[in-house]
């Protein structure tokens, strides 16, 4: 090792190696403005790139005459602390992903890309003390005004612009009336305190939830992870809610992740009515910029509270008390691409790290997640009625073979759902297939619509006249004629919920349908109309996909139906079976929220399978025990753990030899017995173009499966079969596709 007495900055490059490259400080800096966590704008190989400062050294194994020089330092303090980086080594170690790849992740893109950290000075508005004590007839005349003074009064602390915008369209006349008047005055948010870190009193507490809620906060100054098991309805977030405002309390921010971007606005809205503290959301909905300033506000310890998906879990928080994690067993926490982490396994190591509680919540836990709590790893709280008296729905299935269907809806579910329409209740309609049908067919001769770059067929989407792979997203428009036989036969095969919703039209036309799935709620805003329109009583029927099954409080359905669990059934995927039965019981969760009895029908062609009966007459927690008895005898986790290769390629026999060799590597470093199966082609073997293999690596012992992999993936890099492949490693996967 050569050494030199000069300053070497290691700094971490978002590209896929497993290494850390040394530069030079930037000309005229000081040791004393270099600091580790500070980002860096680097020369790499013709043009430059944002870094991050990992190390701060003064030798290297390299000559430092070869070293480059760092151009600039980005920022004047660093961005992430040691506790930050802590973590981040860590899920660098667990996932063995690029280092690089792994820290820089931690920040929004903005920041990823070089942009300020400083906060922009915000304007906040508040009331005087005139404002306070004006009688309000006094602005009878000015309605807008008299309304944004009131909404001020109601808030109780400063508003900053976009909180006034969520409340109010055109408000800046209003506002501007307003400081004319010096009714209202302009400060600076961070020197304002509520007389109250809550607006609404809690909720009463149920016996359950007042368990639930002192267990918690009987050990908020440790690490515990509580495992919070609890019917739909049953008040989750009340006890979230009440833990909450008693970490708030001790002046400590919290960090709320969901599953699904679709359920922020409904539980901010519920944040906000209940706390009088800043609260940001951090989602990929939101603007760079919005991003970038929510990550900032939380870092810099100016907001109290975080509530965002999967991507938020790595923002900075100096004064973190608590994680809560909704919906836990969602498989959207797990990234499927890239720096492959499990957002609620990083969260309890976070939680771990700090020495603080984390909250588990999920009407339907994970098979992990139950092991866990058998293990005394997880401390479970049970939530076993539904709040406000609410009484459970009822479920039942609706055997649809040999019966003539509309669309996909049975003659008894039409009338069931007339029945119900005639009471002035709503109808919740389940399909996870968007699109109006999953397949074109000619009926010819049986020639069947495909995309040519997957092993997929080509989705029908009737109002865009198009065909689309939902896959690799390649369109094309819709044919007229058969490709094949050129007759004109050609027909819709299966059902999407675009073709349901054509059904619905005319099967119920005095009653307003409305369609929520992916392609219905792009446009932004549009999802929030359609919550508020249903909540409003202005909606009788709801179709959708999976973004309905999850969180949505609808009080007036009391009519959920699954329209074809059948295609759950029989996936080569062991996680099928559990997600399909936890898929159920949420949708099931839709039915019967308030006063009103709530009903589930699922139509199915297997009425005796014995999954959907050990639901009904058992639930979901005998389903999860006999699951846990079924992946014990098996040994699949969580009685094992598992690694999965993946390798694709143009050529379809180069992941297959990638694969192969990696074998022959693994044998020679396998002393523990890491089982390996595979190399296989991948159920979906050709995707976007590419063929696609994997080799699945398992062992009991969590250790021994590291090891193997810690010796492997440096020989795999330098294997001449690498350079022709795209090759990925994902642990603990949760789907084998």
């Given at each position: 090792m050569k050494s030199s007495k000069k300053i070497i900055l290691s700094v971490a490059l978002a590209i896929p190696l497993q290494r850390l490259f040394d530069y030079l400080p930037p000309k005229g800096a000081t040791l004393a403005e270099l600091q580790v966590g500070m980002r860096i704008i680097v020369p790499f190989a013709k043009s430059t790139k944002i870094g991050l400062i990992l190390e701060i050294k003064t030798d290297t194994d390299i000559d430092c005459q070869k070293l480059k020089t760092a151009e600039a330092i980005i920022d004047s303090i660093p961005l992430l602390s040691a506790q930050d980086l802590k973590l981040l080594y860590w899920a660098q170690k667990y996932y063995h992903h690029a280092i690089g790849d792994v820290f820089m992740s931690a920040f929004p893109t903005a920041l990823?890309?070089?942009?300020?950290?400083?906060?922009?000075?915000?304007?906040?508005?508040?009331?005087?003390?005139?404002?306070?004590?004006?009688?309000?007839?006094?602005?009878?005349?000015?309605?807008?005004?008299?309304?944004?003074?009131?909404y001020l009064k109601f808030q109780q602390v400063a508003l900053s612009p976009e909180a006034i915008a969520e409340a109010f369209s055109a408000w800046r006349p209003a506002l501007k009336a307003?400081?004319?008047?010096?009714?209202?005055?302009?400060?600076?948010?961070?020197?304002?305190?509520?007389?109250?870190?809550?607006?609404?009193?809690?909720?009463?507490?149920?016996?359950?939830?007042?368990?639930?809620?002192?267990?918690?906060?009987?050990?908020?100054?440790?690490?515990?992870?509580?495992?919070?098991?609890?019917?739909?309805?049953?008040?989750?977030?009340?006890?979230?809610?009440?833990?909450?405002?008693?970490?708030?309390?001790k002046q400590q921010q919290v960090l709320v992740l969901l599953p699904e971007i679709t359920l922020t606005p409904q539980l901010e809205a519920r944040f906000k009515q209940r706390f009088n503290v800043a609260i940001e959301t951090y989602h990929s909905r939101h603007s760079e910029t919005q991003r970038k300033n929510a990550w900032l506000k939380m870092q810099k310890g100016s907001s109290a509270i975080l509530l965002g998906t999967r991507s938020a879990l790595l923002t900075p928080m100096p004064n973190l008390g608590l994680i809560v994690l909704d919906e836990e067993h969602d498989a959207s926490f797990k990234q499927q691409e890239g720096f492959r982490f499990s957002a609620r396994d990083v969260a309890i190591v976070r939680a771990k790290m700090l020495n603080i509680p984390i909250v588990l919540g999920s009407a339907t836990p994970s098979l992990e997640s139950l092991y866990n709590v058998t293990?005394?790893?997880?401390?479970?709280?049970?939530?076993?009625?539904?709040?406000?008296?609410?009484?459970?729905?009822?479920?039942?299935?609706?055997?649809?073979?040999?019966?003539?269907?509309q669309e996909g809806l049975s003659p008894p579910l039409i009338r069931e759902i007339q029945k119900t329409l005639a009471k002035n209740e709503q109808v919740l309609l389940f399909l996870n297939r968007r699109g109006f049908a999953p397949t074109l067919i000619c009926h010819g001769c049986g020639w069947v619509a495909q995309c040519s770059r997957c092993d997929a067929n080509l989705v029908i989407h009737y109002q865009q006249q198009s065909l689309r792979c939902h896959h690799c997203a390649s369109e094309q428009p819709l044919m007229k004629q058969c490709p094949n036989c050129q007759s004109q036969e050609l027909k819709p095969l299966g059902l999407g919920t675009e073709r349901v919703e054509n059904a619905l039209s005319y099967l119920f036309p005095q009653h307003k349908a409305v369609r929520l799935d992916r392609d219905s709620t792009q446009r932004k805003g549009v999802l929030e109309q359609h919550l508020e329109a249903i909540n409003q009583g202005k909606v009788d029927i709801i179709l959708g996909t999976q973004m309905l099954a999850k969180g949505h409080h609808f009080p007036n359905v009391t009519l959920a139906v699954l329209l074809d669990v059948d295609s759950g059934l029989f996936s080569i995927d062991y996680h099928a079976p559990e997600r399909l039965a936890q898929l159920i019981i949420q949708v099931a969760g839709?039915?019967?929220?308030?006063?009103?009895?709530?009903?589930?029908?699922?139509?199915?062609?297997?009425?005796?399978?014995?999954?959907?009966?050990?639901?009904?007459?058992?639930?979901?927690?005998?389903?999860?025990?006999?699951?846990?008895?079924?992946?014990?005898?098996?040994?699949?986790?969580?009685?094992?753990?598992?690694?999965?290769?993946?390798?694709?390629?143009?050529?379809?026999?180069?992941?297959?030899?990638?694969?192969?060799?990696?074998?022959?590597?693994?044998?020679?470093?396998?002393?523990?017995?890491?089982?390996?199966?595979?190399?296989?082609?991948?159920?979906?073997?050709?995707?976007?173009?590419?063929?696609?293999?994997?080799?699945?690596?398992?062992h009991k012992q969590r250790k021994h499966l590291h090891l193997l992999l810690k010796a492997l993936l440096p020989l795999i890099s330098q294997l001449k079969q690498a350079r022709k492949v795209r090759w990925s490693l994902d642990i603990d996967p949760i789907d084998l596709y």
């Open positions: 990823r890309k070089g942009k300020s950290s400083e906060l922009k000075k915000s304007c906040y508005y508040q009331l005087t003390a005139a404002g306070y004590e004006l009688e309000e007839h006094e602005l009878k005349k000015a309605p807008k005004q008299l309304a944004l003074l009131q307003l400081l004319e008047k010096q009714l209202v005055k302009e400060t600076d948010h961070t020197q304002q305190h509520a007389a109250s870190i809550t607006k609404q009193k809690p909720l009463k507490a149920n016996d359950e939830q007042q368990l639930a809620i002192q267990r918690i906060s009987a050990n908020l100054s440790r690490f515990s992870v509580y495992l919070l098991d609890g019917v739909t309805g049953s008040g989750k977030t009340e006890v979230y809610l009440q833990v909450i405002q008693q970490v708030l309390a293990q005394q790893r997880y401390q479970l709280l049970r939530l076993a009625k539904r709040a406000g008296g609410a009484t459970p729905p009822s479920l039942s299935l609706l055997d649809v073979r040999n019966q003539v269907l839709r039915a019967g929220r308030a006063e009103k009895k709530g009903r589930v029908i699922m139509q199915t062609r297997q009425p005796e399978h014995p999954l959907l009966n050990t639901l009904i007459h058992q639930g979901y927690a005998a389903f999860a025990q006999a699951a846990l008895v079924e992946r014990k005898l098996a040994e699949l986790p969580p009685y094992s753990y598992q690694a999965l290769l993946r390798a694709n390629a143009h050529e379809e026999a180069a992941p297959l030899d990638f694969l192969q060799e990696v074998i022959k590597l693994a044998e020679l470093h396998n002393p523990a017995g890491v089982f390996l199966l595979g190399p296989v082609a991948a159920p979906m073997a050709k995707r976007i173009g590419q063929f696609r293999f994997q080799l699945l690596l398992q």
